[in-house]
């Protein structure tokens, strides 16, 4: 499902890639489009994207709480971490035991990779 998509030239002289796509002979042109396959593209008539194989929408919309977990912008950020905004930063022992599974994951996978530290 994670693939950008060459957009069939349809009723256009040319192709056309969507946001996350190569650029392919007869598709250069990007447009600011995520592939998925229930949105046509109005200048081709074709759909930017196939099920099962491009469809970037359906992967953003699948990892969303997973990626609002990380937080918002408004922090400040340094090679030691993050302060001062929503950050998802949540405490690896949750005795109350109700800790949200999907922040828990996100919040481990932050750690592993930005090795950012705990609160």
């Known amino acids: 499902n994670g693939h950008g998509h060459l957009i069939e030239k349809g009723s256009a002289s040319t192709g056309f890639r ?13 447009v600011n489009y995520y592939s998925n396959p229930q949105v046509i ?3 081709t008539g074709t759909p930017t994207g196939v099920a099962g194989i491009s469809d970037n ?4 919309i699948g990892n969303r709480f997973t990626m609002a977990a990380i937080g918002d912008e408004s922090s400040v950020c340094s090679i030691n971490g993050c ?6 930063w949540l405490d690896r022992d949750d005795p109350s035991g109700t800790q949200d599974n999907e922040e828990y994951d996100a919040r ?8 950012v530290p705990q609160r």
Request: charged content about 20%.
């Open 41 to 43: 593209y109005p200048a």
């Open 18 to 30: 969507t946001i996350l796509a190569y650029s392919a002979s007869g598709h250069r042109t990007r």
């Open 83 to 88: 302060k001062g905004a929503k950050t998802g």
């Open 108 to 115: 481990q996978t932050l750690e592993g990779f930005l090795d």
């Open 57 to 60: 929408a359906a992967v953003l």
